[in-house]
Nanobody, 130 residues
């Protein structure tokens, strides 16, 4: 069992920045962020392994950056150049999967089929206004 606690989020204007943080209760080999907008499926945003291998959804490449945090089992999502379409509830997640599956898009696809593909944080709202 892995417990995840998120912080950060809130509101920003288009072009602005926000930062999300998540702390896991134990080590996991794959950590990431997903988001879900009203009426839409949950989608993968970014993932990272303890070896700093990362993967991003095409929609956020070059704007969002995932990294390990300063505390043990902590990771963050720096969101820059925000767009109104980034508005969603953001969830941190963790899974016991290998690095390739974690960061090559496979984990993102698996989650679409089943919430059991990850442990989940409580979710935090991100709202971007134009």
């Amino acid at each position: 069992l892995v417990q995840l606690v998120e912080s950060g989020g809130g509101s920003a204007q288009a072009g602005g920045s926000l930062r999300l943080s998540c702390i896991a209760s134990r080590y996991t080999p794959c950590m990431g962020w997903f988001r879900q907008a009203p009426g839409q499926e949950r989608e993968g945003v970014a993932a990272i392994t303890p070896e700093d291998t990362v993967g991003y959804a095409d929609s956020v490449k070059g704007r969002f950056f995932i990294s390990k945090g300063n505390e043990k089992n902590m990771f963050t999502l720096q969101m820059n150049s925000l767009k109104p379409e980034d508005t969603a509830i953001y969830y941190c997640a963790a899974a016991f999967i290998g690095p390739a599956w974690c960061t090559d898009g496979s984990w993102f696809g698996e989650v679409k089929g089943s919430d059991r593909a990850a442990y989940w944080g409580q979710g935090t709202q991100v709202t971007v206004s134009s």
